[in-house]
């Protein structure tokens, strides 16, 4: 049956930023379609939260702390996962955001840290498992970059320019892997409705009502939009021939024109 094959049974995944929004609901989605999971995140109590859910889906489930921008932390999460499960076969890089920040007052130390949060992190984390994928047959990453990386907004330069590179680092994985097993996808949601390292109130103004106006479906997002695209592209099976892709999921978001919407709400 087709439903058999979105299947991830007996599958090991890393999931970063597993304690909350987007991350927790992909560790919950994969645990239901049959993966152990490694929740990595800063905050033990959330992905002990998260580790709990993933099993009682009758899964394994770690909960291994972890702060992304730390490579010897990247290092032992990697470690821990094949000392207790032996294997890789996803890695979600989900870990991400960057406080918004005028053009003006973005300095170079602010871009670069933004740059190591979202990129540098994802570039090594993945770096660190295609080998240990190599060695079972294959495997998948995906990364959770943002519709701001094709988006202009004057206080989202640093974020928006490094999900670009994330949306760049995945053309090039999959470039350089394809060929050995490894498929390499990045999804970009639009504004979905989580908690958050940059909250939606901290652009300023009434953000939500504004993001609602322009995007075409009737509601925001939710983490389980991002969570079932992400077990999609995950799957072997479902996605074997999806590689290099970068898919938005932002309800049109990214092809609404203001202009037009306007034009058509006074003209009927």
């Known amino acids: 049956m087709i439903l058999d094959r979105f299947k991830l049974t007996g599958k090991v995944a890393i999931v970063t930023g597993a304690g909350r929004g987007i991350g927790r609901a992909v560790a919950e989605a994969f645990a239901e379609v049959g993966a152990d999971v490694v929740c990595a995140a800063r905050t033990p109590e959330q992905?002990?939260?998260?580790?709990?859910?993933?099993?009682?889906?009758?899964?394994?489930?770690?909960?291994?702390?972890?702060?992304?921008?730390?490579?010897?932390?990247?290092?032992?999460?990697?470690?821990?996962?094949?000392?207790?499960?032996?294997?890789?076969?996803?890695?979600?890089?989900?870990?991400?955001?960057?406080?918004?920040?005028?053009?003006?007052?973005?300095?170079?130390?602010?871009?670069?840290?933004?740059?190591?949060?979202?990129?540098?992190?994802?570039?090594?984390?993945?770096?660190?498992?295609?080998?240990?994928?190599?060695?079972?047959?294959?495997?998948?990453?995906?990364?959770?970059?943002?519709?701001?990386?094709?988006?202009?907004?004057?206080?989202?330069?640093?974020?928006?320019?490094?999900?670009?590179?994330?949306?760049?680092?995945?053309?090039?994985?999959?470039?350089?892997?394809?060929?050995?097993?490894?498929?390499?996808?990045?999804?970009?949601?639009?504004?979905?409705?989580?908690?958050?390292?940059?909250?939606?109130?901290?652009?300023?103004?009434?953000f939500r009502a504004t993001a609602a106006k322009h995007t075409l479906t009737p509601r925001l997002g939710h983490p389980d939009d991002i969570a079932n695209l992400t077990t999609f592209l995950a799957s072997d099976e479902v996605a074997g021939f999806v590689t290099g892709q970068v898919i938005s999921s932002d309800g049109g978001l990214s092809v609404h024109s203001p202009m037009w919407a306007d034009e058509q709400a006074t003209t009927g």
């Not at 890695?91 to 130390?109: D, I, L, S």
């Not at 995906?142 to 949306?167: E, F, P, R, W």
């Not at 470039?175 to 652009?203: H, W």
């Open 47 to 206: 992905i002990e939260e998260t580790a709990a859910a993933v099993r009682r889906f009758g899964r394994r489930a770690l909960a291994v702390p972890c702060d992304v921008n730390e490579r010897a932390q990247l290092e032992h999460v990697v470690q821990t996962t094949l000392r207790e499960l032996g294997r890789i076969d996803v890695v979600v890089n989900n870990a991400g955001g960057w406080p918004p920040k005028g053009w003006q007052r973005t300095n170079e130390k602010f871009l670069e840290g933004a740059f190591r949060f979202n990129v540098t992190h994802a570039f090594l984390l993945s770096r660190m498992a295609i080998p240990v994928m190599r060695e079972h047959g294959g495997g998948a990453i995906v990364n959770i970059s943002s519709g701001a990386a094709i988006l202009g907004n004057s206080y989202l330069c640093a974020y928006s320019a490094t999900k670009a590179g994330m949306n760049s680092l995945t053309a090039h994985i999959a470039t350089a892997y394809g060929k050995r097993g490894i498929r390499a996808n990045a999804i970009m949601p639009g504004v979905v409705l989580r908690e958050s390292a940059m909250a939606p109130e901290q652009l300023g103004g009434d």
